[in-house]
C-alpha cells in the first residue's frame, strides 16, 4: 500500500539551545517545534534518549529503557520550587556552539541531587502521588536500573569487578544492597521520574501541533549497563560475566579497519525460549516514548559480525545468525494485542545501511519496513546505485545525510572534482548551494518520508558534524543558536513541502505510515 508522504528533521534535544550547557526539554524544545510547524514538517528526529556512555555516545547507554538525565529541564524543576533563581545560574565554563559533557554533568547532577533533596521533603500530594505511580508503572525496568545506578557509584568500575555475590546477583546480596543504598536508589528514581514526565509533555504538545517523534533504538546494549547486569543469561559472557565476543563491522566505507563497538552479543536461542520477552518490552518502552522508532544496524536482526573481545580490529570477526523474521514475529503478535485490539502495528525503520546482502534485504521487505536511502552514498560514477533518486522504492526513508555523516557542505568540500561533476550532471545543478540541492532532490524523491540534518537546513560545515564512526573524542558535541536560523529557512522547507506532495495532512485524514504487513 502507499504511504502518505512526510518530512521531517534529524535533531537531537542536546543540540538545542539553552542556558544550562546542553539542550534539555525546555523552552527550546517547544520552540523547535514550533518552527517544524511553521516549515510545514512533520516529523522531529532524535538519537536515542538514553543516558550517554564512553565518549558521550548516547548508543553505550547505562539502559535500554532509561531516560537521559543531562535532558531535564532544570527551569521546570525551579518551577515546581526544588530549585531556585539563584541554583540554576548558568556556568561560566558553558559555552555556544559546543557541549563541555564535564562541565555539564558536574552542573546538572549537583543540581538534580539538590532538587530531589527538596521534592522528598516536600509535602504536596500530587507531585508525591505522581511519583509513586511512576515507579509502579516502570518497576519491571527502573529497580534494576536505579539500583545499578547506586552500585555503580559506590563501586566506581564495571558491574563485572563488583563483589562477586552483586555481580552475580545473588538475592540476599541485592536485597541487603538495595536497603543500604535507599536514598541513592530513591535519587535516580527521582531523575526517571523528572524525564519521563517532561518527556510525555514535550511529546503530547508534539502531537497536538501535527508533530511525530521518531525515536533510535540501537540493536546492542552496552556492556556495563542495567540491561546486562539484570539479564546475563541473554548474553553472550564468559564466568565471569564479560563477553566473549562482541559486536561492530568489517571493514567499510567508514573505516579501513572495520568498527570495534564493543557491545555483547545476544544468546538468541535463549531471547527464542522466553519468546523474545525482553525485545517486547525493549520495543513497548520505546513506541511509548516515540511515534515511530528507527532501529540501528538492522542487518544485524540476519547476521552480525562477531568479533573476539580481544581482538584489536574488526577486521578478524566472522557472520553470525540472527533471529530473523521470529523475532519480528514476536514482536507483532505481543504489541498488537494491546487492549485487544489491532493498532497500528509496528512503525519501524529499518537502518540498513552498510553492507547489505540479498539475505538482508529480503528480510527487511518480507516484514514490510522502510528502508534507509543517505543522498551522500550515491555517486559512485555508477547509475545501479541504489542510493541513487532513480533507483527510489517508495517505501524508503530517504536523508541527505546521517548524524554519522558529514554535513553536506563538508562533504561536498571534500568531494574530488570529478565527483562534484558527477553531481552536477545528475541533478543539473550549479552546486553553488549544495546542501539546499540534495534537500530539493529529497523532497522530490518517490521516498515515502524525507529527513533532513538541521546542519544541512542551516547550511553548516564540517565543524558542525555530530559524530565520527571510529573517533573517541570530539563527538556528539555539536549545538546550534537561535540567531542562526532566519524566516527563510522555514520558508523554503515549507515550499519544497507544497511543491513535492509532503505538506501536513488534516486531522480527519487517514493515518497511514510505513509499518508492518499484515
Known sequence: MPFHRHSGILLHPTSLPGPHGSGDLGSSSYHFIDWLVAASQTLWQVLPLGGIGPGNSPYMSPSAFAGNELLIDLTQLRDAGWLTDEDIIPDPAFKDGRINYPAVQ??????????????????????????????????????????????????????????????????????????????????????????????????????????????DMPIFVSPHS??????????????????RVIAGVPP?????????????????????????????????????????????????????????????????????????????????????????????????????????????????????????????????GHAGNPYLPHNFESNTVVYTGTHDNDTTRGWWAALPAHEQDYIRRYFGIS???????????????????????????????SASRMNQPGLADGCWEWRFNWHQVVPWHADRLAELARLYGRMPRRRSDTHALPGLKN
Open 252 to 380: 567499510d566505507y567508514f573505516s579501513a579497519t572495520g568498527q570495534r563497538w564493543g557491545n555483547p552479543l545476544y544468546k538468541w536461542p535463549a531471547h527464542e525460549a522466553e519468546n523474545y520477552r525482553w525485545w517486547v518490552e525493549r520495543l513497548r518502552g520505546t513506541l511509548a516514548l516515540c511515534d515511530i522508532v528507527r532501529i540501528d544496524h538492522f542487518r544485524g536482526f540476519e547476521s552480525c559480525w562477531e568479533i573476539p573481545a580481544d581482538a584489536e580490529t574488526a577486521v578478524n570477526g566472522k557472520w553470525l545468525p540472527g533471529p530473523g523474521v521470529a523475532l519480528f514475529n514476536a514482536l507483532r503478535k505481543a504489541l498488537d494485542k494491546r487492549q485487544g485490539q489491532r493498532q497500528d502495528g509496528l512503525r519501524i525503520i529499518a537502518e540498513d545501511l552498510g553492507i547489505i546482502t540479498p539475505e538482508v534485504a529480503a528480510l527487511r521487505q518480507s516484514i514490510g519496513l522502510p528502508g534507509m536511502r543517505i543522498l551522500h552514498f550515491a555517486f559512485d
Open 106 to 215: 558536574r552542573f546538572r547532577m549537583a543540581l538534580l541531587r539538590l532538587a530531589a533533596k527538596k521534592f522528598f521533603t516536600d509535602v504536596r500530594r500530587d507531585a508525591r502521588k505522581s511519583f509513586s505511580a511512576f515507579c509502579t508503572d516502570a518497576s519491571g525496568w527502573l529497580d534494576d536500573y536505579v539500583l545499578f545506578m547506586a552500585l555503580d557509584k559506590q563501586h566506581g568500575t564495571v558491574w563485572q569487578e563488583w563483589p562477586a555475590a552483586l555481580a552475580q546477583r545473588k538475592p540476599k546480596a541485592l536485597q541487603e544492597a538495595a536497603v543500604a543504598l535507599a536514598d541513592e536508589c530513591d535519587f535516580w528514581r527521582f531523575c526517571q521520574w523528572c524525564f519521563y514526565s517532561q518527556w510525555a509533555a514535550l511529546k503530547d504538545y508534539a502531537n497536538t501541533r501535527g508533530v511525530e517523534i521518531i525515536g
Open 431 to 461: 552546486g553553488e548551494s549544495i546542501e539546499w540541492d540534495l534537500i530539493r532532490a529529497a523532497f522530490a524523491s518517490v521516498a515515502a518520508l524525507s529527513i533532513i540534518p538541521m546542519q544541512d537546513v542551516l547550511g553548516l560545515d
Open 226 to 243: 542495567a540491561d546486562v547486569w539484570a539479564n546475563q543469561t541473554l548474553f553472550d559472557l564468559d564466568s565471569k560475566g564479560q563477553p
